[in-house]
């Protein structure tokens, strides 16, 4: 049996809230192939490690080569590279390390949008590229996960947010309703945001109060 080559890739999971059926729901973008295999299926932005760059800096420059978006926090998720994980029958075995990250609404909506780089809830996506699936199912994992032991949801949020809003964000996160009263004193009682003393702005009847994060910035990863 000869040498199969290995190629390193490094791609990267983005995640961010958009409307979806009337909802905030956990949301994707995803850079359409325009070349075989799997030409025109959606797949998570990536490509190759270049001799002279770090993973981390590879990550960051094919993120904003393909969707624009330079997230402030990277965090590495897994690497993939099964035996028979390659671009063809005739191509190099491919290793993937792979990232991933969260943006607020306002980094989101700075992202590149066209016929190739769309947003995509992650409950409704199309068929993915390789074995891009599977890849997002760790990175969800991983949110929930850290949803329960740091307060990761922050990062998702303005500097300035309500409770209903924070509420919403693990509720997108957990794919389930939470009851308000009971999340309002679990999160009041987390010592992990404080009241600003202002209001929401441009709502009638009792405008609800805005808070800020007081967490650690280590607990929010």
Same mark, same amino acid.
């Given at each position: 049996?000869?040498?199969?080559?290995?190629?390193?890739?490094?791609?990267?999971?983005?995640?961010?809230?958009?409307?979806?059926?009337?909802?905030?729901?956990?949301?994707? $973008?995803?850079? %359409?192939?325009?070349?075989?295999?799997?030409?025109? %299926?959606?797949?998570?932005?990536?490509?190759?490690?270049?001799?002279?760059?770090?993973?981390?800096?590879?990550?960051?420059?094919?993120?904003?080569?393909?969707?624009?978006?330079?997230?402030?926090?990277?965090?590495?998720?897994? &690497?993939?590279?099964?035996?028979?994980?390659?671009?063809?029958?005739?191509?190099?075995?491919?290793?993937?390390?792979?990232?991933?990250?969260?943006?607020?609404?306002?980094?989101?909506?700075?992202?590149?949008?066209?016929?190739?780089?769309?947003?995509?809830?992650?409950?409704?996506?199309?068929?993915?590229?390789?074995? !891009?699936?599977?890849?997002?199912?760790?990175?969800?994992? %991983?949110?929930?996960?850290?949803?329960?032991?740091? !307060?990761?949801?922050?990062?998702?949020?303005?500097?300035?947010?309500?409770?209903?809003?924070?509420?919403?964000?693990?509720?997108?996160?957990?794919?389930?309703?939470?009851?308000?009263?009971?999340?309002?004193?679990?999160?009041?009682?987390?010592?992990?945001?404080? $009241?600003?003393?202002? !209001?929401?702005?441009?709502?009638?009847?009792?405008?609800?109060?805005?808070?800020?994060? &007081?967490?650690?910035?280590?607990?929010?990863?």
């Amino acid at each position: 049996m000869g040498e199969q080559p290995v190629a390193v890739a490094v791609s990267t999971v983005i995640f961010g809230l958009r409307p979806h059926d009337g909802r905030l729901a956990l949301h994707l $973008p995803l850079v %359409r192939r325009v070349r075989e295999p799997h030409l025109d %299926r959606w797949a998570l932005p990536g490509g190759p490690l270049l001799a002279e760059e770090s993973l981390r800096e590879a990550a960051r420059r094919t993120l904003q080569q393909t969707t624009g978006l330079s997230p402030e926090h990277l965090e590495q998720l897994y &690497t993939f590279g099964a035996v028979d994980r390659g671009s063809g029958a005739a191509g190099p075995r491919v290793v993937s390390i792979v990232y991933w990250a969260l943006v607020r609404a306002d980094e989101a909506a700075l992202a590149r949008t066209g016929d190739n780089v769309g947003w995509f809830a992650v409950e409704a996506l199309p068929p993915l590229a390789f074995d !891009h699936d599977e890849i997002v199912g760790w990175a969800v994992k %991983r949110l929930v996960a850290k949803l329960e032991y740091t !307060h990761i949801s922050h990062a998702l949020l303005p500097d300035e947010f309500t409770l209903g809003q924070l509420r919403e964000v693990h509720e997108a996160i957990l794919g389930r309703p939470l009851d308000p009263a009971n999340f309002r004193r679990r999160v009041e009682a987390s010592g992990t945001v404080a $009241p600003t003393g202002a !209001h929401q702005a441009g709502v009638r009847h009792r405008p609800p109060a805005l808070y800020r994060s &007081t967490a650690k910035k280590e607990l929010l990863t």
